[in-house]
Structure formats: structure tokens, C-alpha cells
């Protein structure tokens, strides 16, 4: 008989397909872990829609669970349950560890073009808040560009959702 | 077909029918940072008409690739603004303007409905489009004085609501959009 523990220990080793540095766990994407009988029941939301690791996450989370020898339900979650501010702080101090700047937290007005025009994003690889937007996309939906007048490097900041 | 599948279907038709114009630009548009903002608008466009297709597709008893690729093109319920090729920079703006102005008063008003799961959709897809609005103010900013910009805007508004028909547009944009599920044996599941 398989425990949540084991679920969560388990879910907590499959890394995001894009940023393998932050775990699915991390992200804050699994949002219930339910046991029946042999039956491992997983509620899981996608971070962006377009999102195409969303399928990656979703097989990995199934093989994981099937090696603790339990049979799993991965449920997609189709609400607006996930935001960033579900990213959890260990995951956090990993992304900017390896170059990409955290979310800053949610507004409850949501993001305002004045305050991404604004320097109070912080570098990543020298602290700075110098920082200036150079383009609110980026090389995937949940990542913007900015640059760094200090240290003259470019960075991802992730976008607040 | 329930109201619910219909409303479901001509806003998912509007998303992806505007997020295969919008993947247009893809290494052809004024500068690299509008390659990337529209080849990323047009990802999360058809991500959102995917979630809605699969709502959709769930009252039907059918599959979301079947509602996005194997419907006629007169079945389509997308409005006339997002079914042009607009090759001309100002008018993609002015469309990306209407369409995101459109889409924020249509949101509202899914997030405040009884229906729990497309209140709950409508909100998850709104948190992205706020981004989508940022993008399109911040050209409405640098354009909105320019005459051909302004012009454009008068030629498409009336375009946003007009879904009784459609354009000689959207026939071969179809034509594109379904070659490679066309070619291949039906139920091949991808």
C-alpha cells in the first residue's frame, strides 16, 4: 500500500521538462494527492495553456506513480487555482540560483505595463535593480526578458500570473 | 447543440483561428522582439482554444482535435476580424487591439458565471491575456497618432462582432490549417 508521502516524495523528483532545476513539487503545480485502494488520484494544474511540457508532466507524474507499484489518475485541472504565488520558496532560491528571475507576488489588479517598465526587478546574477523590460515574451509563455544596466547581462524574469 | 457547447465553440474557433494569423509573423515581423511576442501570443491563443475545445468537446461527445480540424469551414462560429491575413503591421496591431479590448469584456463575463467550470477556465485563461492586453497597449501607445494606424482601427471595428458568415479568407486558411490531419487516415490519434 502506497502512502501520500511516498506520492509527494516520489512527484518531488520530476523536474520541469523546460527548467529542470525546479521540480513539478516546487512549482506548485500538484495540488492534491489523494489514496483509493490501489489507486493513486492526482489533481494537477497546468501553469500556462500553451504550455507544451504540460503532457511531459503529466506522463512522468503517471510513471512515477506506477513504478510505487499503484495505478495513477492524473486529473488536469482546468481553473485558475495556480498562480505563481504557488511556486514554493525552495523553488524559488533554485531558479534564481540558476539565472532566472522568481516571480515577483501577485497583485490583485494583476500586472500593470508601468510597473514592468519600472526597475524594481532584481537581477538574478548581481542583484541589481537596475533592471529594465526589453520585452514582455519571451523563448516560452511564462518567461519575459529583461536586462541588467549593472552587470550588462541579459536575464529571464518569470511572469506573475 | 446546448448553448453552453456553442458559446464554447465560437470563442475556441476566435482563439485559434487568431492564433494560427498571429504565428504568421514568426520570423517575418519588424524586429526580433515582435517574433518572439507574437509567436508567443499565438502558442498561448491556441492553448487556450485547446483547454475550450476539450470543455466543448466533453457536452459532445467528441475529441478536441475533431472540433478544431474536422469541422467544414462554414461550420467555424470565429468572427470576420481574426480570419484576415493582415501582411500590414499597422493593421495587425489595430486587430490584436480589438480583439484583446473584445475578449476582456467577454472574459468578465464568463468569470462571473453560475457555470463553475467556464467561470473557472475563463479566469485561468484571463490571467494570460492580461499580458496579451500589456502588449497591445504598449503599441496602441506608440501608433495611436499615426493615421494609417487610425484608419485601421475604423476599417476592423465593425469586423469584431460580425460572425453571420465569413470571409473568402478563411476557406484557404483552412484549407492550411487542416493539410496534415487530411492526410492522414481518420482516427489516427496523434
Known amino acids: ?161 | 447543440m446546448s448553448e453552453r457547447a456553442q458559446l464554447l465553440l465560437e470563442i475556441a474557433d476566435d482563439e485559434l483561428i487568431l492564433g494560427w494569423r498571429d504565428s504568421e509573423w514568426t520570423g517575418i515581423a519588424p524586429f526580433l522582439e515582435e517574433d518572439v511576442a507574437f509567436s508567443s501570443i499565438a502558442q498561448n491563443e491556441i492553448g487556450h482554444a485547446r483547454a475550450l475545445y476539450e470543455l466543448a468537446a466533453r457536452d459532445l461527445g467528441t475529441t478536441a482535435d475533431a472540433l478544431a480540424f474536422d469541422r467544414k469551414p462554414e461550420e467555424y462560429r470565429c468572427c470576420e476580424l481574426v480570419e484576415l491575413r493582415l501582411p500590414e503591421w499597422e493593421r495587425t496591431i489595430a486587430r490584436h487591439v480589438l480583439y484583446e479590448q473584445a475578449d476582456a469584456e467577454r472574459l468578465e463575463l464568463l468569470k462571473a458565471s453560475d457555470d463553475a467550470e467556464v467561470a473557472g477556465l475563463a479566469a485561468k485563461i484571463d490571467r494570460e491575456e492580461a499580458y496579451h492586453r500589456l502588449h497591445a497597449e504598449m503599441w496602441h501607445g506608440r501608433l495611436k497618432d499615426e493615421p494609417r494606424y487610425v484608419e485601421a482601427l475604423e476599417e476592423l471595428r465593425p469586423l469584431v462582432d460580425r460572425r453571420d458568415g465569413h470571409t473568402p479568407e478563411l476557406a484557404p486558411l483552412w484549407e492550411e490549417m487542416t493539410s496534415v490531419r487530411r492526410s492522414q487516415p481518420a482516427g489516427t490519434v496523434w
Open chain 1, 1 to 161: 500500500m502506497v502512502t501520500e508521502a511516498q506520492v509527494w516524495e516520489a512527484l518531488a523528483e520530476v523536474p520541469d521538462p523546460e527548467i529542470p532545476v525546479i521540480s513539478i513539487v516546487d512549482l506548485g503545480v500538484v495540488r492534491d494527492v489523494r489514496i483509493e485502494d490501489e489507486r493513486v488520484h492526482v489533481e494537477f494544474t497546468p501553469t500556462f495553456l500553451g504550455c507544451p511540457a504540460l503532457e511531459v508532466m503529466r506522463d512522468q507524474m503517471a510513471e512515477r506513480i506506477a513504478a510505487l507499484g499503484a495505478e495513477p489518475e492524473v486529473e488536469v485541472v482546468l481553473d485558475d487555482s495556480w498562480s505563481t504565488d504557488r511556486i514554493t520558496p525552495e523553488g524559488r532560491e533554485k531558479l534564481r540560483e540558476s539565472g532566472f528571475a522568481p516571480p515577483t507576488p501577485r497583485a490583485p489588479e494583476g500586472p500593470q505595463l508601468v510597473q514592468l517598465q519600472s526597475n524594481g526587478f532584481r537581477c538574478p546574477y548581481c542583484g541589481s535593480r537596475d533592471t529594465a523590460l526589453e520585452n514582455i515574451f519571451g523563448p516560452t509563455p511564462c518567461r519575459s526578458l529583461r536586462y541588467c544596466r549593472d552587470c550588462r547581462q541579459p536575464f529571464e524574469q518569470f511572469k506573475t500570473i
